[in-house]
């Protein structure tokens, strides 16, 4: 086996290490404490899997070489606010400081597209974090929106930003197993954090370093936006929740269906935008499909 093969980098590495530690976590920590800490799962998943494809530069240069940087700084204050035990709103607010970090530093960008990318984040960010961390539903949009990014992102140029936007899709799935059909962990801010604030790192690389329509990355952070909508016509339909996990798959055809609307555009909006870079390191990246 090629241990260095994109399809083992982007889908048997997070997979496997995601599903593994969050049982092991959950077995070692008992019903309580365990079902509690296992979506630390996602975290040693990324961190491994960023670790295994990019390294570690220190300084780091490129927009590439600060993702593991700004994934360790996500996982660390996702750590934080679990063990302290914050409320939602500390943990939306705390997030949204780091993310406001997190896009200046990975990018020149006029002020106006900084605020819009900020509010947008923090939008992505609240849709997450207010979720029932014992339900899938956050979790079916991080996995569809991070398989819509990864597709995005190779449609527009970069098979290296494709790799990383699916095993952050793959990471959130193997934990995620955890909680369909039946909940056995909870999916609190120790995994959450680090899934948000990579996916929307991951899509300001995007922006920023290929010819993606901004409509199109638009369209995908829409997709955080399909358990609110399930929500609002279940009530207008005066129908009460059904199973959890068939519930989880409207919330996943939701978010498809802005996934679906991001494709076309990044497909057929027409030439892409002038001035847009490649993404520096994909010239090495030679992907062995």
């Not at 530093?105 to 849709?127: D, E, F, T």
């Not at 936007?165 to 962990?185: C, D, E, F, K, N």
Request: proline residues 6%.
């Amino acid at each position: 086996m090629d241990f260095h093969h994109p399809l083992f980098q982007s889908l048997v590495l997070p997979l496997v290490l995601a599903f593994a530690a969050t049982g092991v976590l959950r077995a070692m920590l008992g019903p309580g404490a365990g079902a509690r800490w296992a979506a630390l799962g996602v975290p040693l998943a990324l961190l491994v899997g960023m670790s295994w494809v990019l390294g570690w530069r220190v300084p780091p240069g490129s927009l590439i070489e600060k993702l593991p940087w700004v994934y360790l700084a996500a996982a660390l204050m996702g750590i934080g606010l679990e063990a302290s035990r914050a409320d939602r709103k500390a943990q939306w607010l705390a997030a949204g400081l780091l993310w406001a970090i997190v896009v200046v530093a990975l990018g020149k960008q006029p002020w106006v597209p900084r605020v819009g990318s900020w509010l947008v984040g923090m939008a992505v960010i609240g849709a997450v974090l207010y979720e029932v961390p014992s339900r899938c539903h956050v979790a079916a949009m991080l996995v569809v929106a991070g398989v819509g990014l990864a597709l995005v992102a190779m449609m527009s140029g970069s098979a290296l930003l494709f790799e990383l936007s699916l095993g952050l899709a793959v990471a959130v799935a193997g934990t995620a197993l955890w909680l369909w059909p039946v909940p056995r962990i909870s999916l609190g801010a120790s995994g959450l954090l680090v899934a948000v604030i990579g996916w929307l790192s991951l899509a300001q690389g995007v922006a920023l370093s290929t010819s993606v329509r901004p409509g199109a990355v638009l369209l995908l952070a829409a997709a955080f936006s399909a358990a609110d909508i399930v929500r609002v016509l279940r009530r207008r339909l005066h129908r009460g929740e059904g199973r959890a996990w068939v519930e989880a798959l409207v919330v996943a055809a939701v978010a498809a269906a802005w996934v679906a609307a991001a494709l076309a555009i990044a497909q057929w909006a027409g030439p892409p935008r002038s001035g847009s870079a490649k993404v520096p390191d994909d010239p090495y990246y030679t992907p062995k499909w």
